[in-house]
């Protein structure tokens, strides 16, 4: 008891019902109260935040310390900007808005809440693993010499609803961790026995339960609460406790819905014909037998200090915590109650319950004795830091684009080289890499880098093969020092590696440059993590190779096709399909750059919108050799190759067509126009280095012209070189929508070319004929553009 006259426990406890108010009134409000404008449902999640009330509450009044991140159950979205309001780290005017247009948003963001979010978990699954990923970054960056040594070392936390476990993902992650010896990491699943659509089968606990043990997690269970295991101790109390074991999921739910009465009547029908459970029965009130029911671990403030304060971080622990969904409202443990919400009446009900008066229903104290004791346990809580929990890093400075020779070469190829020669170097942005592959490092071209640069783990691993001095070229030696982590082939791993590698700096106070790499095609197996990293806006480099059907004999199932616009349409990732090695070490060098880039500017009205603020970078590579084209690397290539386009072959005012080719089909492009040129024909050759910054820099100059702002976008400049009656032919190893737009632009007629159907194998001329992208089929296409002598 503290000199206000109010203990710890009974602080949280006071807490947690404001939270579970506040959550439920944002939900009603919302819903109910504030004008619906468009007819559509609001939503809301009430009874699952009701049941993660009491943990989170005893995670951050209680338990977290600054440097621990937590990434929040979606749906108890409304409980946690609840208990952010109450540490005054969100507005009023946010929970008053809930789901609306500048509001809390639905679930935790990153990037579009105004509170203190760690991790955004609008994807169910995601943030769970996300958590162990973080840990294993920031065990990486403890470990070496140039870490800041003023960030104390942080637990990375999970909540997690039981039907979340359905997420394959999870156990991905689960396997990617004990392999790296993962550690400073809890899981806490919220064990209401609930899913969106009814109540989960008999027997999940066991399971979960034996798969954590099985990948060395330490199990935690928070079954009973401190009233259920005081009554455990009373004459008759091992019987109820064998009662409560033996219980079905569904009749615990349906006794927990239908209260006191329901619960008196089931147990003395069952058990209560003992005269010591019957005393034991008679002794409490309706109310106070309900009370005693839902006293679940997961519920008891008591019960979560005393197993969270005491649970280590070396080993992974998962708690698995018993709760009702619903807890603490009329909803409580009915079927129903997921996207379910309190009528008017319940509303009332739960108000009077919690000595709410109408127009006082965001007031922080309201209906809570000691309101200064509780401002002043709240000033003491360590989680509650008037400081940032935002670090920052200082940018690491680019080294300049590393050139290489002229012969011919792949871009996968130039990729390895261009990185074994940052490798060679000493400098800061060399140690600031960190690489990472699904088990293709070599197929990759990444081998070069983990042959100078190692591989990560936290302590000495000699390669046996080297120390039994069996030839390799692999030379790969694992410790502390090292900058390359090894992944299992799960491309979800990946981009959740990538993604929380790319927050380093954020979350860890150093920068890291993060380089990830597998087969373009298998970009589509990671998307909902690759899309979750994004929405962070973590920054990362991510190398995709081989690519399109230039990748011939692996057939369709490794032959890539919609790719490309999957780099177009991603947001907060700049895609690049290069042809030649100097475009490529222009692209990487200026990746580097944007990737660190940040600014308060309005990026909506930048020639390219995340020019300003940066973001991550997607290559396209090709394992397909072709011939360099000998030139200087000056200002005016290197700003229009980043800029997504440059006249390979210029245009005359005569120009009769436009080849445009992105990537592998340099060769065929530049074959076919000059099969058209021995015909005296004027040909130009555009070369398309990105045709996401194009597109996205077109739009944005349309945009921009609505607000006033006359000026063009690169593309537009390009293509009013040439004549309204010039015709575009477009090429690409991949789907033709890619450039296929370019003709909207100044209104040219288009044909595009590219791939729309799975590949399969053979050579390279083979599948290039088959799909009409091979020289011959430009040079048709090109002369439907051109006039007849």
Not at 571 to 588: K, Q, R
Request: include cysteine; hydrophobic fraction near 40%.
């Amino acid at each position: 008891m503290n000199e206000a006259g109010i203990g710890r426990i009974e602080a949280i406890e006071a807490l947690t019902r404001k939270s579970l108010w506040l959550a439920s009134w944002m939900v009603h409000h919302a819903n109910h109260i504030r004008p619906n404008v468009d007819g559509v449902k609001v939503g809301g999640h009430q009874a699952s935040s009701a049941s993660m009330a009491a943990l989170l509450s005893s995670l951050y009044f209680g338990v977290l310390r600054p440097e621990d991140r937590v990434a929040v159950k979606p749906h108890a979205a409304p409980v946690f900007h609840a208990i952010q309001y109450l540490m005054g780290r969100q507005a009023k005017e946010k929970l008053v808005d809930f789901r609306a247009f500048g509001g809390a948003q639905s679930y935790p963001s990153r990037t579009k809440d105004s509170d203190d979010v760690d991790f955004s978990t609008g994807s169910v699954g995601l943030g769970v693993a996300f958590s162990a990923f973080a840990s294993l970054v920031q065990d990486y960056v403890r470990a070496k010499d140039w870490s800041r040594k003023d960030v104390p070392e942080g637990r990375m936390i999970a909540l997690a609803g039981d039907a979340e476990l359905d997420e394959g993902n999870i156990y991905e992650c689960l396997l990617e961790g004990w392999k790296h010896g993962l550690r400073n990491c809890w899981w806490i699943i919220d064990y209401n026995r609930q899913s969106l659509d009814g109540v989960v089968r008999e027997g999940l606990y066991e399971r979960i339960e034996g798969i954590f043990a099985a990948f060395g997690w330490k199990v935690v269970t928070l079954k009973y609460g401190a009233l259920q295991r005081a009554a455990f101790a009373e004459p008759g109390g091992e019987s109820l406790k064998a009662w409560i074991d033996a219980c079905p999921n569904a009749l615990y739910s349906a006794l927990m819905f239908r209260g006191g009465a329901a619960w008196r009547e089931r147990l003395s029908d069952e058990i209560g014909d003992q005269d010591e459970v019957s005393a034991l029965l008679a002794r409490r009130s309706d109310d106070e037998l309900a009370a005693l029911m839902a006293n679940l671990g997961g519920h008891c403030v008591e019960s979560l200090l005393e197993q969270f304060e005491a649970a280590g971080s070396e080993q992974p622990t998962v708690f698995i915590a018993y709760t009702v969904k619903g807890w603490g409202t009329p909803l409580a443990g009915h079927k129903d109650n997921h996207a379910g919400q309190m009528t008017g009446d319940q509303i009332e009900q739960l108000r009077r319950s919690h000595n709410i008066r109408p127009g006082y229903e965001w007031d922080l104290f309201e209906g809570l004795d000691h309101p200064d004791a509780l401002q002043g346990f709240l000033d003491r809580v360590p989680f509650n830091t008037r400081a940032s929990r935002r670090l920052t890093s200082p940018v690491v400075p680019t080294i300049g684009p590393q050139l290489l020779g002229t012969g011919p070469t792949s871009t996968q190829a130039a990729f390895g080289r261009i990185l074994d020669a940052i490798a060679k170097t000493d400098s800061e942005l060399a140690r600031r890499i960190v690489t990472t592959s699904p088990d293709v490092t070599v197929s990759t071209n990444l081998g070069a880098w983990v042959n100078r640069r190692n591989l990560f783990a936290p302590g000495e691993m000699a390669d046996l093969f080297q120390k039994e001095a069996i030839p390799s070229t692999q030379k790969w030696r694992f410790g502390p020092d090292g900058q390359h982590m090894e992944l299992g082939i799960a491309e979800m791993n990946l981009f959740l590696m990538l993604g929380a590698a790319g927050l380093s700096h954020s979350l860890f106070g150093e920068r890291l440059l993060p380089i990830g790499t597998l087969y373009d095609p298998f970009i589509a197996r990671g998307l909902d993590a690759l899309n979750y990293a994004c929405y962070q806006d973590a920054r990362f480099l991510l190398v995709a190779t081989p690519s399109g059907v230039s990748l011939a004999g692996e057939g369709g199932a490794h032959q890539s096709i919609s790719s490309p616009l999957i780099g177009m349409a991603q947001d907060g990732l700049a895609s690049f399909e290069p042809a030649f090695a100097d475009e490529l070490a222009i692209i990487v060098d200026w990746a580097f750059d944007y990737m660190q880039r940040s600014g308060d500017a309005r990026p909506d009205l930048a020639d390219w919108p995340r020019d300003v603020t940066g973001g991550s970078v997607y290559l396209r590579l090709s394992t397909r050799s072709i011939d360099q084209v000998p030139r200087e690397v000056n200002s005016l290539l290197t700003n229009s190759v980043i800029g997504g386009a440059y006249w390979l072959k210029k245009p005359t005012p005569e120009c009769d067509v436009v080849i445009a080719y992105q990537g592998v089909l340099a060769s065929e492009a530049i074959a076919a126009a000059a099969r058209l040129g021995g015909d005296r024909r004027n040909v130009a050759v555009l070369a398309i280095t990105s045709a996401d910054r194009l597109n996205a820099g077109w739009q944005a100059a349309q945009r921009a012209r609505l607000h006033g702002d006359k000026s063009l976008s690169h593309i537009e400049d390009l293509l009013s070189e040439i004549p309204h009656r010039t015709g575009i032919v477009t090429a690409i190893d991949a789907h033709p929508a890619t450039l296929g737009w370019l003709g909207s632009v100044l209104g040219h007629r288009t044909i595009a070319l590219g791939v729309e159907h799975f590949g399969q194998t053979g050579t390279v001329p083979d599948l290039y004929r088959h799909f009409e992208i091979d020289a011959q089929a430009i040079e048709t296409a090109c002369r439907h553009f051109i006039p007849r002598a």
